[in-house]
């Protein structure tokens, strides 16, 4: 038998030890780490705002206005051209469900569409990266869905009763999002809470063994939607490293802020809520071994050890590729160097200041149950251009 000639060869993030994650996988890691802190800022909104319909509704109300304000003449163009979507078809709001099913596969929301038709489009999910967060957010995407079914309909606003009626993070097995068109079914134009509802017509459920894991990026290294226009891995990967956080984190905070009685007590809360979050992601000591060895930490370096903290920090910024460099890496002080622009604007059109209070909170907290209580983390010239992640020993009699 003859040998290959050359090896296979794959994308790769080298942890600072050395050790090779597969490109893939650094993708699904990334994608549900955004998730997971998009669930942090859910619960800042959910102590400030007590009440499920009030906070639900201004979320839907902010994320269906900055998707309606994309809406041009030019932009939509663009759109129809991406998607190659032809001129004989009746561009109508049923076009809107090429945004939602494609961002869905983008952000690895693993299923099908199970209908695609003028009258009714039916999305079924199996995962979702996003079923952590609660259920403001699956009724917060309906939103969401509402403006891209909005700017494709040509001559009214509302052609469709849009419904996810099942939902993972609600506890159901599927996510599944039902559009229907309203002149054909008699439905009535709904309120923010009305989207949880029951479609008109029956649903399909895929048996479960035919059921998948992982969305399209993964299972095939592409996306291809109804018209056969495809969007590559890498594609996909630059797009929900910045895109995952406008609609799961951006979006949502410009109404949460709101919540609060000024900016003093929304930093109160998010950094009470970041704190305890970060200390339970190490909490138990398999934890912290199973990070050692998913990194490749060499057995001679101990448990007290700052270089453990940095090497996990630099591995998530560079799996959400976000430009950054060692410039210390010491048992007893590491550093990393990144500009606020790189760390904040992950979407350059929309920043996100937060994104460094609740990382520096969240990365101090988890250092004192990943490495040690003396050892914490904290930024230096945040509120400038070039910024320094400093892990180290700092003693503060106020220590949260």
């Not at 035919?210 to 990967?237: C, H, M, P």
């Not at 398999?286 to 090497?311: C, Q, S, T, W």
Request: net charge negative; charged share 30%; glycine share 6%.
């Amino acid at each position: 038998m003859a040998l290959k000639e050359k090896l296979d060869r794959a994308d790769c993030v080298e942890t600072v030890w050395g050790k090779l994650i597969p490109a893939k996988e650094c993708y699904e890691f990334g994608v549900r780490h955004i998730a997971a802190f998009s669930a942090n800022v859910f619960q800042v909104m959910r102590l400030l705002e007590p009440d499920f319909e009030k906070r639900t509704e201004a979320i839907c109300e902010v994320a269906y206005g900055f998707n309606m304000a994309a809406s041009s003449d030019q932009y939509m163009n663009g759109y129809y051209d991406e998607w190659n979507i032809p001129e004989f078809c009746d561009r109508t709001a049923w076009l809107g469900a090429i945004w939602g099913d494609s961002g869905d596969e983008y952000e690895n929301m693993a299923g099908r569409v199970i209908q695609f038709t003028h009258d009714r489009v039916e999305k079924e999910l199996d995962s979702c990266p996003w079923d952590i967060v609660g259920a403001e957010m699956c009724n917060m995407t309906t939103g969401m869905f509402t403006a891209n079914f909005d700017l494709c309909s040509k001559d009214n606003q509302n052609e469709v009763q849009l419904n996810m009626c099942e939902a993972r993070g609600c506890g159901d097995r599927h996510c599944r999002v039902v559009a229907e068109r309203r002149d054909v079914t008699g439905l009535p134009k709904q309120d923010w809470m009305d989207h949880m509802q029951q479609p008109a017509a029956p649903v399909h459920q895929t048996p479960e063994e035919r059921t998948v894991r992982d969305g399209q990026i993964l299972r095939n290294g592409r996306y291809t939607n109804a018209f056969g226009e495809e969007k590559s891995f890498a594609w996909a990967y630059h797009w929900v490293m910045q895109m995952g956080w406008v609609w799961s984190v951006s979006f949502p905070l410009v109404a949460i802020r709101d919540m609060a009685d000024d900016e003093d007590e929304f930093l109160r809360i998010l950094r009470i809520v970041f704190s305890t979050a970060g200390k339970n992601e190490f909490m138990d000591s398999f934890a912290v071994e199973g990070l050692r060895n998913y990194l490749g930490v060499p057995h001679e370096i101990g448990r007290k050890d700052a270089r453990i903290m940095a090497g996990y920090i630099k591995f998530l910024l560079d799996c959400q590729l976000v430009p950054c460099e060692l410039t210390a890496f010491e048992k007893d002080e590491c550093r990393i160097h990144v500009t606020a622009d790189d760390f904040n604007g992950r979407y350059e059109m929309a920043p996100l200041d937060e994104l460094t209070e609740g990382y520096e909170t969240l990365w101090h907290n988890a250092v004192k149950t990943m490495v040690d209580p003396e050892f914490s983390v904290w930024f230096e010239n945040k509120d400038e251009d070039e910024m320094e992640i400093v892990i180290g020993h700092r003693i503060d009699k106020r220590m949260i």
